[in-house]
């Protein structure tokens, strides 16, 4: 493991209800691809109403999963310290299978392209080798001060 859930907090701004990644596996040596981890639990607050007789992670958590994945990436780069990520628009995101309590989703993010300040990347999030969802989301960074 590169990151654990402190060591993530020290890097994006997200606390509980909504850090949404738990830990950081690994990332390329050109620093343009991660993979990180969510474990789902049945303890989690979308829980109490998102089908409470039958739990369904919702699929904007899993985007969002996904984009907190990314940046992580991003702003654990040196030149993006004290920076903020925000999300600028997503593409052909699919959901093909439900995520569930007691799954473990890997989140894979692959930075693709960069243009007029906006990162593009592709994501992928799977559960024992089957995707669970996979599209293009889009990022920019901005100062988190004022």
């Known amino acids: 493991m590169l990151y654990n859930s402190n060591e993530i907090q020290q890097i994006i701004p997200h606390r509980y209800p909504f850090l949404l990644v738990d830990a950081i596996e690994s990332i390329n040596e050109e620093g343009t691809a991660i993979i990180?981890?969510?474990?789902?639990?049945?303890?989690?607050?979308?829980?109490?109403?998102?089908?409470?007789?039958?739990?369904?992670?919702?699929?904007?958590?899993?985007?969002?999963?996904l984009a907190q994945t990314g940046c992580v990436l991003l702003?654990?780069?040196?030149e993006?310290?004290?920076?903020?990520g925000v999300f600028a628009g997503i593409n052909k995101m699919r959901f093909r299978r439900p995520v569930i309590p007691g799954d473990v989703m890997r989140l894979e993010v692959k930075l693709t392209n960069q243009r007029a300040g906006i990162y593009f990347a592709d994501?992928?999030?799977?559960?024992?080798?089957e995707v669970a969802a996979r599209g293009e989301i889009m990022c920019a960074l901005m100062d988190a001060q004022g």
């Open 36 to 65: 990180g981890r969510k474990c789902v639990s049945a303890n989690e607050m979308q829980f109490l109403g998102h089908f409470p007789q039958k739990h369904l992670l919702p699929g904007v958590l899993i985007v969002e999963a």
């Open 75 to 78: 702003l654990s780069k040196e």
């Open 80 to 84: 993006n310290k004290g920076k903020l």
């Open 123 to 129: 994501v992928c999030a799977s559960v024992d080798g």
